[in-house]
Nanobody, 123 residues
Framework: VQLVESGGGLVQPGGSLRLSCAGSGFTGDYYAIGWFRQAPGKKREGVACISGGDRTAYYADSVKGRFTISSDDAKNTVYLQMNSLKPEDTAVYYC?????????????????WGQGTQVTVSS
């Protein structure tokens, strides 16, 4: 199983970015997939997750209404659309998955992690 994130970068406060997580070696619509972030000196935080099957979504309170997780199962890719970005969203963003449900994945119980992509929100 491989996960490759892309789409990070430098953006001004209030701006938008779309992260992509391209997966291989597993059936995307079966596994739950999550987006996580970790800022320097802070614990890893679950940002948004999407379940396998019916694609139920979960969002951390800190990103509700600003971030949207979606999937393109034909491409085995999960996206994180991030709008109204704030400086406190600055972090390395990772996607992760495993043969678990949404409840486990959103807590970070995942077998496979990508290498991460840096998001910096600054003026």
């Amino acid at each position: 199983v491989q996960l490759v994130e892309s789409g990070g970068g430098l953006v001004q406060p209030g701006g938008s970015l779309r992260l992509s997580c391209a997966g291989s070696g597993f059936t995307g619509d079966y596994y739950a997939i999550g987006w996580f972030r970790q800022a320097p000196g802070k614990k890893r935080e679950g940002v948004a997750c999407i379940s396998g099957g019916d694609r139920t979504a979960y969002y951390a309170d800190s990103v509700k209404g600003r971030f949207t997780i979606s999937s393109d199962d034909a491409k085995n890719t999960v996206y994180l659309q991030m709008n109204s970005l704030k400086p406190e969203d600055t972090a390395v963003y990772y996607c992760a998955t495993g043969p678990y449900g949404l409840g486990s994945i959103r807590l970070g119980h995942a077998d496979y992690w990508g290498q991460g992509t840096q998001v910096t929100v600054s003026s």
